[in-house]
C-alpha cells in the first residue's frame, strides 16, 4: 500500500518564476493537506482540500493556491516566488471524519534563488 | 492565539538513558495532541495521539506521552533511548473535531550520545 508521495523530490527556481507541487494522497483518504516547513521550523499549514474544494486556509497570501483532481491527488501552486519562499513543502493526506490522523509525505525542497 | 510550544531547540542524552521532550499548548478548549518525529531530509511520522480517554497514551518505537490538563502539557517520554531514535521531535495540536490545520512547535533535535 503506497503511502503518500509527492514529486519532485528537489526543485530549484528563480525569484518571480511560479511553481507548482505534486501530490498524491495514502490509498483510500480523500483530504490532503499542505503545509510549509521553513529551515530550523515547525510545519505551518497552509490550506486543506476535500471534495476538490478549499475546506481550510492557515496565513498564507493569495500567491499560494491549489487544486484537488477527482482522484484525490492535489498540487500547490506559488506564483511570483520570493526568496523566504524557499522550504520543505509536506503534503498530508487523512481521511475525513472525526479523530481521523494524517499521514505525511517525504516532501518537495523547493529553492528560490 | 492558538500555540505549541517546546521549551527545549537541543536535547543530547546518552544511549540507554531516559528521554523527556516538553510540549505545552495553549488553546481555548483541550485539543486533539500528537508528536511526530522527522529524521533528515524525512517527512513527518506520527510516533502517537491523544484525542480523549487514558492519559498515559502508548505509542511507536517504545514512545509514551502523559496528558495534563492542569499543566496544559503532552510530554513525550522513553524509558532507553537508542541511538537511532535521533531526530527531530514535533509535538503538535488541532482544534477538537477538526482534522487539518495542525499546529505545530518548533521542534526538539535529540543527540544521542554513544
Known amino acids: 500500500d503506497a503511502g503518500v508521495t509527492q514529486s519532485p523530490t528537489h526543485l530549484i527556481k528563480t525569484r518571480g518564476q511560479q511553481v507548482t507541487l505534486r501530490c498524491s494522497p495514502k490509498?483510500?483518504?480523500?483530504?490532503v493537506s499542505w503545509y510549509q516547513q521553513a529551515l530550523g521550523q515547525g510545519p505551518q499549514f497552509i490550506f486543506q482540500?476535500?471534495?476538490?474544494?478549499?475546506?481550510q486556509r492557515g496565513n498564507f497570501p493569495d500567491r499560494f493556491s491549489g487544486h484537488q483532481f477527482p482522484n484525490y491527488s492535489s498540487e500547490l501552486n506559488v506564483n511570483a516566488l520570493l526568496l523566504g519562499d524557499s522550504a520543505l513543502y509536506l503534503c498530508?493526506?487523512?481521511?475525513?471524519?472525526?479523530?481521523?490522523?494524517?499521514?505525511f509525505g517525504p516532501g518537495t525542497r523547493l529553492t528560490v534563488t | 492565539a492558538q500555540s505549541v510550544t517546546q521549551p527545549d531547540i537541543h536535547i543530547t542524552v546518552s544511549e540507554g538513558a531516559s528521554l523527556e521532550l516538553r510540549c505545552n499548548y495553549s488553546?481555548?478548549?483541550?485539543?486533539?495532541l500528537f508528536w511526530y518525529v522527522q529524521s533528515p531530509g524525512q517527512g513527518l511520522q506520527l510516533l502517537l495521539k491523544?484525542?480523549?480517554?487514558?492519559?498515559l497514551v502508548q505509542g511507536i518505537k517504545g514512545f509514551e506521552a502523559e496528558f495534563k490538563r492542569s499543566q496544559s502539557s503532552f510530554n513525550l517520554r522513553k524509558p532507553s533511548v537508542h541511538w537511532s531514535d535521533a531526530a527531530e521531535y514535533f509535538c503538535?495540536?488541532?482544534?477538537?473535531?477538526?482534522?487539518?490545520?495542525?499546529?505545530f512547535g518548533k521542534g526538539t533535535k535529540l543527540s544521542v550520545k554513544p
Open positions: 498530508a493526506s487523512s481521511l475525513t471524519g472525526t479523530n481521523s490522523e494524517q499521514y
Open positions: 503538535a495540536a488541532c482544534k477538537r473535531g477538526s482534522q487539518g490545520n495542525l499546529i
Open positions: 490509498s483510500g483518504h480523500d483530504t
Open positions: 488553546y481555548g478548549a483541550t485539543p486533539y
Open positions: 482540500y476535500y471534495e476538490e474544494e478549499e475546506r
Open positions: 491523544y484525542f480523549s480517554g487514558d492519559t
